[in-house]
């Protein structure tokens, strides 16, 4: 039962943190410690953050893609984990450092590992995904200037 516990949690999650942005809701999931164990290309790859640092991060993350979604592809629960698949879309509407917001869709997939303590709560990810697809569509969606 834990496991669909946590995976119906992480979809929540997903849904209130990254998808609508209610940061406020980070103590109901997180831990009041979250470690990014891998998450290459990601500012906050390697650190461990606060409640406070963790709502910053995901401020400062959904700024250039307010929009975003997040499209849950499947959901594997292994111990303490939940592994997420998933594909992502977005409008760039704000600027990025060297991709001024263009107003385009851009899209990506990954798979993120969610780390989970014994009262459910997040506690961590390890994540891979395509940043680079993503520097490439900003890329071909720039304006000569």
């Known amino acids: 039962m834990a496991e669909q516990t946590r995976k119906d949690r992480l979809r929540q999650f997903i849904r209130d943190i990254w998808d609508e942005g209610r940061v406020e809701l980070a103590g109901e999931y997180c831990a009041p410690v979250y470690r990014i164990h891998h998450d290459p290309g990601d500012p906050w ?3 461990t953050l606060d409640l406070d640092g963790f709502r910053d ?3 400062k993350s959904r700024a250039a893609f307010p929009d975003q979604k997040f499209l849950i592809q499947g959901l594997y629960a292994d111990g303490d984990a939940v ?3 998933w594909l992502w879309e977005a409008t760039h509407l704000g600027d990025i450092p060297g991709f001024p917001a263009t107003g385009k869709r851009v899209a990506m997939s990954g798979a993120t590992a969610y780390m989970f303590d014994a009262s459910d709560r997040l506690t961590g990810h390890w994540q891979v995904t395509d940043r680079l697809g993503v520097y490439q569509q900003l890329q071909r969606n720039k304006t000569p200037g």
Do not use: I, P, Q
């Open 45 to 47: 790859d390697g650190m």
């Open 83 to 85: 592994v997420m698949t």
């Open 57 to 59: 991060r995901v401020v």
